[in-house]
């Protein structure tokens, strides 16, 4: 019986998981599924996501149960971003796997595959979400902010469009998302702390968890991240 390769990425927002996802996607043919992306996607989820609230787990895990079923008796890779949210979460997503991949994993404390955590200082976080500029058409991110600390080795230079305002790869408009401002991004920050560490702390005890260190270039951190999935998940 063929099963996935199941990788979750959890991070504060503005670590950059949809950056290092999509690497994982061009490199290691990962699919991306992006927790955030989907709520965003459902016009009567949009302003709990702009307000910075978490959605009801059972909703939550209807969506999370129409992405993944397409490819639980597959091969193929898969890495969660902003998922599971919750513990009752992290049980359903348990469940959701074993149904279809007990077989292959009887000794196994963790049906996931590998639990990665982005690690960045809050203020760091703020100000590369400040400068975050999302295109309206592709989704494609750039950032106008540029953050160089030596002495605290951290270097996070900005990404930016040729044309001020026009993505490079599709000619769209560049904005602001309603959740990026400082505002929201203040309690989305709080609301991950308070929400992710016991759910960090389920898959730290799987012994199949690491950190990688979010604070430098795109670049830098994407080979961090494909270098520890390419060491637990023997790739």
Known sequence: ??????????GAPGSGKGTYASALRNQLQFIHIAMGDLIR???SLKTLSREGHLVDDRIVNNIITKELSRYLNTNERIVLDGYPRTLDQVSFLEELLLDRTAFHHKKKKSLVDLTIELKIRDDLLLRKIAGRRVCSSCGFNYNVVDINE???CVYMPAILPKIEGICDKCGGSLYIRDDDKKEVTLK???????????ILDHYKNSGRYCQVDAAGSSQVCSNRVIGKVKEYCQI
């Open 41 to 43: 996607s459902h016009d």
């Open 1 to 10: 019986m063929s099963r996935p390769i199941v990788i979750l990425l959890f």
């Open 150 to 152: 030596p002495d605290n």
């Open 188 to 198: 989305r920050i709080q609301s991950y702390k308070r929400t992710f560490e016991p």
